[in-house]
């Protein structure tokens, strides 16, 4: 994730028609924390993670 921002910066700073528009990197970056918190709310769910069940 922390890839993707960094390249997107760069094109950001370049603005080079002939490379990738920004937004590329930056949607990467938006799937892959979706993914992430999908997964963990599966693994939550299934019981493969348990839970703090008193959060304080």
């Known amino acids: 994730m922390v890839f993707n921002l960094f ?5 950001m700073l370049r603005n080079d028609p002939n490379k990738p528009p920004m937004t590329r990197y930056l949607g990467k970056r938006v799937g892959i924390a ?3 918190l999908l997964m963990l709310i599966i693994a939550a769910s299934s019981g493969f ?3 703090n069940p008193r959060p304080y």
């Open 7 to 11: 390249r997107a910066l760069f094109v």
């Open 34 to 36: 979706a993914l992430v």
């Open 49 to 51: 993670m348990p839970l």
